[in-house]
């Protein structure tokens, strides 16, 4: 416990890494080793291999020190923070004191270890000779950071919008999920009410529903047959439940594939058209449902009777249609057409959606 104690202040060797970012490290390791290549490369081939290491590795021990000043104290200090006029003078003596440090060193390298024509040149030098050469390392450096800096911050900021967006529709399918199955017990509690036959075979269906949408709806897209089945069991409920006085049609076109959908997508049109079209008029409403699947392209065309004049939905009128609608937008942007059409005798929606 007291060795525990005592070596609390010492941080975890992998934390460490994590929170310092070894990635960084050699990313910047990379940097210094092409950018000096450069400079290798001249050396050598004006003045051969002798002492050309020896003088790059002076060198680096100027302008790294320069470069890592100018972005972590000159730049976010004086530049981000508007201090312009300090920041310019700030900046030119950095560039005169690197130029300086990088001369004084050069000339304390002992002559023996130098190449005669490289020595040559370093005699001719001056304290200002690599203030340009300095300048231009800044510029250079400086762009990178901040050009990686804003790819690293917009791609945090797209997946901040991916998550807020994957929240919002988790939260549009809570929504959904509950309001069908409100409906559609409330169909199961109209046939105990008149002691059907038909309420076995109802339930089955339910179970299958329910497994559905409490399992295969919670992992993403789902092969558009499954969709389709869990709309055949719904619109087969409703028939039941309502029997052969009420006109209700169901077709299907096209051939299916192995093209996948969002789940529960389409059931809010059609529990609308019979919230509407069927349950508000009992006596003659009607409801038609016509589904087509081409090249990866579903399409939905569902009308449906409207109810009498004096019926009246306390203004509870498509909770299902407004989320739906967003998560269309959510999940298929420009992917997608509705068209919603009132008419005098009529209601009538229209979906077309691009399963690519």
């Known amino acids: ?138 510029i250079i450096t400086y762009s990178l950071k901040y050009a990686w800096q804003a790819v690293a911050t917009k791609n945090k900021l797209l997946e901040l919008q991916k998550n807020n967006l994957m929240l919002e529709l988790n939260a549009l399918k809570a929504q959904i999920n509950p309001h069908f199955l409100f409906n559609t017990l409330n169909n199961i509690y109209s046939l105990s009410i008149k002691k059907s036959d038909q309420a076995p075979e109802m339930i089955l269906k339910l179970s299958d529903m329910m497994r559905y949408v409490l399992y295969d709806c919670n992992s993403g897209p789902v092969p558009v047959e499954k969709e389709i089945q869990f709309i055949n069991n719904y619109i087969e409920l409703e028939k039941i439940r309502h029997g052969e006085h009420i006109d209700i049609r169901f077709s299907l076109s096209g051939k299916l594939d192995n093209s996948k959908i969002e789940p529960l997508l389409l059931i809010p049109f059609i529990e609308n058209s019979f919230k509407h079209g069927v349950n508000a008029k009992m006596e003659n409403g009607w409801v038609d449902v016509n589904l087509n699947i081409f090249r990866k392209k579903i399409t939905m065309n569902v009308i449906n009777s409207l109810p009498d004049a004096s019926f009246n939905n306390n203004g509870k009128s498509g909770i299902g249609l407004i989320n739906v609608k967003k998560r269309l937008d959510l999940i298929y942007p420009h992917q997608y057409q509705l068209q919603i059409q009132p008419m005098n005798d009529h209601f009538e929606v229209n979906l077309e959606i691009n399963l690519n």
């Open 1 to 138: 416990m007291l060795l525990t104690r005592q070596f609390r202040f010492l941080p975890d060797p992998e934390k460490w890494f994590e929170a310092r970012g070894v990635n960084r490290f050699f990313l910047h390791l990379l940097f210094w080793v092409v950018w000096l290549s450069r400079t290798y490369y001249d050396l050598v081939s004006l003045y051969g291999w002798d002492g050309s290491l020896l003088f790059l590795g002076v060198y680096a021990c100027s302008q790294v020190p320069m470069v890592y000043f100018h972005l972590y104290v000159l730049a976010p200090r004086l530049l981000h923070r508007r201090k312009y006029f300090i920041y310019i003078l700030a900046t030119i003596s950095l560039l005169f004191v690197y130029s300086y440090v990088n001369f004084s060193m050069l000339k304390l390298i002992p002559h023996s270890l130098l190449p005669v024509s490289l020595e040559g040149y370093i005699k001719l030098l001056n304290p200002r000779y690599d203030v340009f050469e300095g300048f231009f390392t800044l």
